[in-house]
């Protein structure tokens, strides 16, 4: 439920409402999805000049996401490359449009690649990702209306887990049952 619908179902204030999201986005279970077969890779940018640059991967035809965020406005090749490392298996298919920073990646990393040329109208074979990236920012504008720099990791975060996972969202007794853990005691 968008922050704003909250203030008034709940009668609190924005910052009371905005407060109360932190706490729960705090909460969510770290994530480590690793993607294989074929996947689909593009970066997108947030905040123009000196804002955040955002790789992200998915699996066609699956709620199987990968991401990474990066505190400067660009990806480079290695970082490309750190991301397949982490979270793609290798000998699957790899996706992506045409940037520089794929050329070549079959190279480095065992995947085999295919490009779509987006000046040249393909989208074939990056379509999912791309639409990824309108849905995230519909997902932002909708529930908080706007991001800053510093909460933007968290927002990617509850993105993540609205996408990958929904179940966790059905009912306080699900989100409950998918963060709780134990605590080892002395």
Known sequence: MPVKQTCDITSLSEKSVRHWFDLFRSNLPQH????????????????????RALLMGKQPGTRKLAYQLFAKDSVDRSEALAFLNTYVKPGSRLDTDGGTIYKGIDNYFPVMHT??????????HTSE?????????TFIRRMYHHVSDEKLDEYLCEFYFRFCRPEMFKSPH?????????????
């Open 32 to 51: 480590k999805e690793t993607l294989e077969h074929v996947i689909q890779l593009d970066e997108a940018y947030f905040g123009g000049w000196g804002g």
């Open 174 to 186: 699900e989100y409950l049952k998918n963060t709780l853990y134990l605590v080892p005691s002395r």
């Open 129 to 137: 990702i791309e639409g990824m990236f309108g849905v995230l920012r």
């Open 115 to 124: 490009v779509d040329i987006h000046k040249k109208f393909e989208f074939t």
